[in-house]
C-alpha cells in the first residue's frame, strides 16, 4: 500500500513496552513525493535496523526534520540544508554524460566523516560502473571515487553535513533483501546510507560491542598432534606470533578419541586455540534432510552427549555453537538446536535462503549483528577465507571486503575454512588476521566467549538498557548504574513471555517472566551479571533417543579423515 502524503514510514507497529521505554526516533524527509513513494520498501527496511523514521518533505521545508534525503537534488538544495543544521543525503541530478570505468575497484579517501574501517582501502564493486562523475569544490572531502572518477562527497557545514552521491539507491522489491545490495562484490549502492543513518542517530544510537574476531576450521579432530594441513602446535604458536584465535568445528562422531598431548594443547592455549561442533555424523547435508520422525531432533541431541563425554575425557570445553555441515541448515532444525540448548548457530546469509526456499525472511536478514530464527536461535554470519565465485556477479568477491562490512555491521568477523587453506603454509591466515586487526582493538575469542559478549547498551542517567543478541551474555554493570532493562529482540512485541534468569554473584538467582522489554531490575554498580533466557519448551538432550546405529556414517567419516590425513603425504611427495 502506498503511503498518503504527509505519512511517515516507521516499522509496523513497535511495541507498546519499547514505546512506554521511550524510544527516540530521528525524521528523516524524503523529496520528492515520487520518490518517497517509490522506496517504501526500503525505507521501511531501514527503519527497522535504525532508529528512524521516513516521511514525504517539501525541498526548501526543513520544520520537524532531523535529516534530508534529495533525489534529483542539486549542490545549492543540499548546502543550503546543511547550513540550516539538517544532515543532508543528496543524489546528484546532472545532464552530464556519464562515464563508464572497466575497472572493478573503488578507492576510499580520508574523509574525516568516513568511518574508520574504509578509510585508504581498495575494494570491489561491480554494481556500479556507469556514472555521472562529481566535480569537488573547496572544502569537498571526496569519500570515494573510481578510476579517478568520484563518486561520493561529503561537504562539512558550519551547522551539520551533506552527502553528494554519483549513483541512486537500489529499489527493494517483495522478493528481494538488503544484504543483497550490502555484500562483496555489491556494496555501494546502499553502503553510503547505511554510513549516511548511522551518522544521523549517533547520538541516540546503542553502544556496540568491542570488534571480535574468531578464525574457523570445519572438520579438525583431536586424534593425533594434527589434523591435514594443520599441525595444532604451529597453529598456537602462529596464532601467538599474528595475535588472533581459531576455533576448531569438531564433528561430534570423531569424540571417540583424545590425543592426550593434543588436549593438553588446548587447554594450556584457551586464549588462541578452541573448539565448537560441526554437525553430528557430518553426511551429506545432515542438517537438511528430514529422516524417519523424530531423527533430525535425536541427530542434535546425540551430538550434545557426544561433545559432553568428549569434555569428560579430555578435559575441554566445547562451545554450544553448531558450525552446520556444508553450510546447510532447515529452519526447523534452528528450532531443534534452540530448544536442546545450542546457544547459536554459523551460516551465512545466502544458505539461510538456499535451503529454505519456502521460508519468508525479514529483507533486513543478515545485516544485524544477528539473526534469530526457528524462534529465537542467533544465527553468526562468516567470511570465507577462500571467496567463493558468484555466479550473479561473476567474479571472487575480494574478502577484505566481507571482512570490513562485518566489522562495519557490528557482526563477529568468522573467517572460516578447511585444512587444505593451510596446504601452502599459515601465511593466508597471517595475511587475513593483519586485516581484521588493522580495524582497531580486536577482541579475539572462542565462540563462547563471542556470544557471551553479544549485546548491546545504552546508559540513561541511573538506568542500563541492555539489548541481547544472544540467549546468554555477560554483563560487568558501570559504577553509576544502579537499575537495568533488558530488551530481547527476538520475542515479538505481541509475543508469549519467556523466563529470563540474572545469575549475581552471591545474591542467587533472580528469574522474571517477560515479554519483549523487562522490568526494572535493580542492580549493583561494577557486579557482574549474567543474563540467560531459557525458552518455554526447552528440551533435555539427555533423554532423547539416538537415531537408529548405520554403519554407514562412521565409515564415511572415517574414510574422510583417511583421505584428509594423506593428502599432505602426497603433497609432500610431489
Known sequence: MSPSRGQSLTPAAPGDEVVKEGMVRKRIGVVPFVEYEAYQGLFLALSSLFPVEFCESERDSYAGLDALILFDGSRDSGTQAAAAGVRCYV???????PVHCGAATVDFGRAANLHAYFQDQTLVDEDVKEFVPLSPLSGDEIVASREGHVLWIYRPEAKSGVDFLAMGLPKLTDDQYLCEYLQPGRFLRLLPLFHFLRDVTKDIAWTFPPLRACFMFDDPNLHSSSYGYINYRDLVQHATNHNYHVSLATVPIDAWRVHS??????????????????????????MVFPGPNGYQLGLLAQALRRIERFEKNSGLEVSRVMSAPHSACTEEMMHFMLLLGYEAACLPWDSLFRFNPHHRWSPTTGLDMVDFQGGGLPIIQRVRLRPDWNPQLRLYPDRTTGIILSGFLSQPIIPIGHHQDAAGGM????????????????????????????????????????KMYSRRIIVQVPEDIDEMLVERPWIAEDGETEMLVCKRTGTGLLKLAARRV???????PLETIELTTVPNTALRYSEMPSPPFRLWPLARRLMTEGRDRVLPLIFRHK
Open 518 to 524: 523487562s522490568t526494572v531490575i535493580p542492580v549493583q
Open 427 to 466: 601465511e593466508l591466515l597471517a595475511q587475513v588476521a593483519d586485516t581484521i586487526n588493522r580495524l582497531g582493538n580486536v577482541m579475539w575469542t572462542d565462540m563462547k566467549g563471542i556470544m557471551r559478549s553479544n549485546y548491546m547498551t545504552k546508559q540513561e542517567g541511573k538506568l542500563l538498557r541492555i
Open 91 to 97: 543524489v546528484l541530478n546532472t545532464d552530464e554524460k
Open 261 to 286: 598431548k593434543t588436549a593438553c594443547l588446548v587447554r594450556q592455549n584457551p586464549s588462541r586455540i578452541s573448539l565448537l561442533i560441526h554437525g553430528n555424523n557430518h553426511t551429506y547435508k545432515e
